[in-house]
């Protein structure tokens, strides 16, 4: 079948909630993908910052199709060596104490936010239990990650959502003092804003957000889905700020393309919230994302994937500088490490992002204005280059 008809019937079947881009990807190798038409493309958007390692990275295939022979699935109802493998390289990575797996980020959000307040209710009962959300966040599209999204458009159509979130702005700590009441129980937030338009965190607000926390005993859930996994140059982004979150969340990069996510809990939460029947999932964390998840965190520490990223980053960001300064319809840079934006002004960003397609390369966008670049992290230089030639190729056209 060609394209065109592919993408029709597609469009006949699946429930229209996509605007797709007009490409049918077919299969991946290193940084690149090819459409079913054979044409190449540089990937510097990695399945929204899930290909962490790009495609068929030495060594994760065979393992997956290792632990696909063995067994894929159980149940929690009984121990496997690839979770028992992977939440403990997990907890070794994050210095944390005890990991709950899920199937997606939406789910570890949701997890974390009954977690926070199964410690409050355990502590000061009933009543105590508001969460804390930013404006322009991104948390998911289950009932309650949606509840503390602070982006109306997601929102609105779906109200009632669930209760006790107040919203404060990012970066801004007196904004957050203001949300605070007797009720409040936790404070939810992303340590780079992904989705609202790649805003890193301030090292004054985190760290007033962690005062504030103990101060007020109150749960702090730092959200690493998109910024985790080595993106910013730290394996997780709270490390360089020296914060570290009474609950972290994960998934994207965590399988490098298995859908799995986790919650991560600190030793104070882990012993005093979730315990037998508060919780559950079906198939969260079963051997065969486990598999993938044990490999990658194994992958990350022989190679040196984070220090990788903050060489090529460094080379990157040196780059994307001097693009802003060349092209007048770019704002600015924002971000860390390997998640990047460009701020695009007098034009729609998605216009450049199509004719980035044309010129073969695959960039996505974040907010209303920004292009966003989240790379697998083994680019090397010269993708860097070619990404280049071709985003100067595709600005020029739209211009
Ligand atoms: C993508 C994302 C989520 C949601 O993850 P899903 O796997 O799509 O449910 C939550 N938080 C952040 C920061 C994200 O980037």
């Known amino acids: 079948m060609k394209k065109n008809e592919i993408r029709q019937e597609a469009e006949q ?78 907890i070794k990575a994050s210095g944390m104490s005890k990991v709950f797996f899920t199937n997606s980020g939406t789910e570890a959000i949701e997890g974390a936010l009954k977690a926070a307040r199964r410690y409050s209710y355990n502590k000061y009962g009933e ?18 990650a949606l509840s503390v999204t602070g982006t109306e458009k997601y929102q609105v159509p779906f109200r009632p959502l669930v209760g006790g979130v107040r ?3 990012y970066n801004d ?16 937030l992303e340590t780079v804003q992904g989705e609202g338009g790649i ?7 985190l760290e007033g957000i962690r005062t504030l926390c103990q101060e007020q005993d109150l749960v702090l859930i730092l959200d690493e889905i998109q910024c985790g996994m080595g993106r910013t140059g730290y394996m997780f982004a709270w490390q360089e700020y ?20 986790a919650f991560v809990l600190n030793e104070r939460l882990a012993g005093a919230s979730l315990a037998p029947g508060d919780h559950g999932t079906t ?26 990223v903050g060489e090529i980053s460094a080379y990157l960001t040196e780059k994307l500088d001097a693009l802003v300064e060349e092209y ?19 034009r729609p960003v998605a216009e450049i992002v199509l004719k980035s397609l044309e010129e073969g390369l695959i960039v996505i966008t974040a907010g209303s204005d920004v292009l966003r670049l989240v790379p697998p992290l083994v680019i090397e230089r010269e993708h860097v280059d070619e990404m280049l030639e071709k985003l100067k190729r595709a600005l020029d056209a739209v211009l």
């Open 13 to 90: 079947v699946i429930l229209h909630t996509y605007n797709r881009y007009p490409v049918v990807l077919d299969k991946g190798e290193g940084v690149y993908l090819y459409d079913i038409e054979g044409k190449k493309y540089l990937d510097f958007a990695a399945g929204i910052a899930v290909q962490a390692l790009g495609y068929h990275y030495a060594g994760y295939d065979e393992a997956l199709k290792e632990q696909i022979d063995k067994l894929t699935h159980i149940s929690n109802l009984y121990y496997s060596v690839p979770m028992e493998e992977a939440a403990a390289k997990l």
């Open 127 to 144: 009543g105590r239990h508001e969460i804390i959300a930013m404006e322009h966040s991104f948390h998911g599209r289950s009932m309650g």
């Open 167 to 169: 919203f404060a702005a």
């Open 173 to 188: 700590l007196e904004s957050v003092k203001e949300q605070l009441s007797r009720k409040t129980c936790a404070i939810i």
């Open 199 to 205: 805003y890193p965190a301030t090292r004054e607000f």
């Open 242 to 261: 020296g914060v570290e979150p009474d609950i972290m969340t994960c998934a994207k990069a965590l399988g490098c393309g298995v859908p799995v996510g």
């Open 283 to 308: 198939y969260g964390g079963n051997p065969f994302v486990c598999g993938a998840v044990s490999k990658v965190l194994d992958i990350f520490e022989k190679d040196n994937i984070v220090a990788h």
């Open 328 to 346: 007048d319809c770019i704002a600015g840079r924002r971000g860390k490490g390997l998640i990047q934006g460009l701020v695009i002004q007098g």
